[in-house]
T-cell receptor
Framework: AQTVTQSQPEMSVQEAETVTLSCTYDTSESDYYLFWYKQPPSRQMILVIRQEAYKQQNATENRFSVNFQKAAKSFSLKISDSQLGDAAMYFCAYRGGGTSYGKLTFGQGTILTVHP | DSGVTQTPKHLITATGQRVTLRCSPRSGDLSVYWYQQSLDQGLQFLIQYYNGEERAKGNILERFSAQQFPDLHSELNLSSLELGDSALYFC????????????????FGPGTRLTVL
């Protein structure tokens, strides 16, 4: 079974600074997707960024980028120019490309605090 | 707004009771996923339906059941409720069957907060 591990229960960053959230995963599949979701205090799940395992290039969405190390099974999220609105719980998630039928497997989450 | 609706937003009930959570997927989406978010278990996948049929099962208790109706809305039934069932229950929908090489984003609803007293 696939597992996703986020080893940082909490992180903090100053406004306008950069922060990196860590995620590792375990899988025997070669095709899969990785995601970062944001859950603000409203509890809504918001997709931040997606990475396809077959793509070597790291995904980028505005101030959000990932460092995808397939061999190391590592998938970190970098938030640049942090803003107060980035404060939230962040979940790393895995979706298999085979017979997993699209279910998402989530890590434990990292609470990000942004200080003004 | 993801386009996925869930009712009710909040539900407070007693141990031993039965409740039904409802989800309406985005227009055109055929897959519905249910997830549970609790302090003990984190966020975990419960069950998926595609076009009315059960497609995948996760860590769903036998006391829980779900179905997807012809109009594609889904209901999650929780019975013989225990204190540990208190959680946020999310529904998500996607256009495709899920899995395989084709990526179909899952859009999450706002969740139903269940409190069992």
């Amino acid at each position: 079974a696939q597992t996703v591990t986020q080893s940082q229960p909490e992180m903090s960053v100053q406004e306008a600074e950069t922060v990196t959230l860590s995620c590792t995963y375990d899988t025997s599949e070669s095709d899969y997707y990785l995601f970062w979701y944001k859950q603000p205090p409203s509890r809504q799940m918001i997709l931040v960024i997606r990475q396809e395992a077959y793509k070597q290039q790291n995904a980028t969405e505005n101030r959000f980028s990932v460092n995808f190390q397939k061999a190391a099974k590592s998938f970190s999220l970098k938030i640049s120019d942090s803003q107060l609105g980035d404060a939230a719980m962040y979940f790393c998630a895995y979706r298999g490309g085979g017979t997993s039928y699209g279910k998402l497997t989530f890590g434990q989450g990292t609470i990000l605090t942004v200080h003004p | 707004d993801s386009g996925v609706t869930q009712t009710p937003k909040h539900l407070i009930t007693a141990t031993g009771q039965r409740v039904t959570l409802r989800c309406s997927p985005r227009s055109g989406d055929l897959s519905v996923y249910w997830y549970q978010q609790s302090l003990d278990q984190g966020l975990q996948f419960l069950i998926q339906y595609y076009n009315g049929e059960e497609r995948a099962k996760g860590n769903i208790l036998e006391r829980f059941s779900a179905q997807q109706f012809p109009d594609l809305h889904s209901e999650l039934n929780l019975s013989s409720l225990e204190l540990g069932d208190s959680a946020l229950y999310f529904c998500a929908s996607s256009v495709g069957r899920g899995g395989g090489p084709t990526y179909n984003e899952q859009f999450f609803g706002p969740g139903t907060r269940l409190t069992v007293l």
